[in-house]
């Protein structure tokens, strides 16, 4: 059971549209949640809501433990490290391979900021002696010369044994080649993120020509998107929707989302308003209260085969 818990005005915003009896269901659900951790039986439009909302309570409960094991580590003397070296060398050595950041965080069941993490203080010369010396040990195969039954064994006979090759011995002499530095990409955004990214600063850019950010921006923005997928749980298709919904002419928060971060931080409320218009600000709840859901959802599945079709492309 929790204490307290943080109530954000985007969850404010996502439930303007409620009517009193609808809020104060919904208000004492996410208390029984965030605090008893108590699941809620909700239906219709409150559902979700409260499933847009849930992440985030989630995510801050998370950090909260963390914060509290944190203090019994520092009343012990101290967090322990949580890899090894060779493990740390390990998870450069991925990086370096072309794994990304968020795959080895999967592998190793941990936070993809602690992967950056392990990646900055892993050396580019520690991670290439790590290199040379995998090679070192690694196992030479030989295989073994055979001799053809019809060839003249007797031809070679009077050859001196000086002119002999050495007798192989199964490991090579030869010492291996330096494998070549290359620098180690420390934030690799999956391509669809940094492929959405872009899509906003371009949808942008048609309503302000003048509008031109950086790719370094961009980049920025793709790692934002990535969280909002990753973390957020958000598929990327919900993600495009929205961002295309956002940039659609006369659209009130058309001039307010312009960056990956902004997107991440009102997602839950650019969702909900997008399927559900009527929870808008200064919108208004359906006369029928929860028994207008169904004509709600229909005209929420149809702007959603709408994106899919292309129309607001």
């Known amino acids: 059971?929790?204490?307290?818990?943080?109530?954000?005005?985007?969850?404010?915003?996502?439930?303007?549209?409620?009517?009193?009896?609808?809020?104060?269901?919904?208000?004492?659900?996410?208390?029984?949640?965030?605090?008893?951790?108590?699941?809620?039986?909700?239906?219709?439009?409150?559902?979700?809501?409260?499933?847009?909302?849930?992440p985030q309570i989630d995510a801050n409960t998370v950090k909260r433990n963390s914060y509290l094991q944190d203090v019994e580590n520092g009343k012990k003397g101290g967090r322990p490290e949580r890899f090894t070296q060779e493990e740390k060398l390990q998870i450069a050595l991925e990086n370096h391979d072309g794994v990304p950041v968020g795959r080895i965080a999967d592998e190793y069941k941990c936070s993809i900021s602690l992967i950056y993490k392990v990646l900055n203080e892993v050396s580019d010369a520690e991670l290439g002696n790590y290199i040379n010396s995998l090679h070192l040990h690694k196992p030479v195969c030989v295989i073994p010369q055979t001799i053809n039954d019809n060839a003249n064994?007797?031809?070679?006979?009077?050859?001196?044994?000086?002119?002999?090759?050495?007798?192989?011995?199964?490991?090579?002499?030869?010492?291996?080649?330096?494998?070549?530095?290359?620098?180690?990409?420390?934030?690799?955004?999956?391509?669809?993120?940094l492929e959405l990214a872009h899509l906003l600063a371009a949808l942008h850019k048609n309503y302000d020509s003048a509008y031109a950010p950086s790719e370094k921006h961009i980049a920025t923005w793709a790692i934002d998107i990535d969280k909002l997928n990753r973390i957020d749980k958000r598929s990327y298709d919900d993600i495009e929707q929205v961002i295309r919904w956002v940039k659609t002419d006369g659209n009130f928060w058309l001039p307010n989302i312009m960056s990956g971060a902004k997107l991440r931080e009102k997602f839950p409320v650019l969702y909900v308003q997008m399927i559900h218009p009527h929870t808008s600000?200064?919108?208004?709840?359906?006369?029928?209260?929860?028994?207008?859901?169904?004509?709600?959802?229909?005209?929420?599945s149809e702007i959603v085969k709408s994106w899919k079709t292309g129309v607001y492309a």
């Open 153 to 193: 064994v007797n031809a070679n006979a009077n050859v001196n044994e000086n002119d002999l090759p050495e007798p192989l011995t199964g490991v090579s002499d030869i010492p291996p080649e330096e494998p070549p530095k290359t620098k180690i990409n420390r934030i690799t955004p999956p391509d669809k993120a």
């Open 1 to 54: 059971m929790a204490d307290s818990f943080v109530f954000y005005a985007s969850f404010a915003e996502a439930m303007d549209g409620l009517n009193n009896e609808q809020y104060g269901e919904l208000m004492r659900a996410i208390n029984e949640y965030a605090i008893f951790d108590k699941w809620p039986k909700l239906t219709g439009v409150l559902k979700i809501i409260f499933t847009l909302i849930k």
């Open 281 to 300: 600000r200064g919108g208004s709840p359906p006369k029928n209260g929860m028994d207008g859901d169904q004509s709600q959802q229909s005209k929420a």
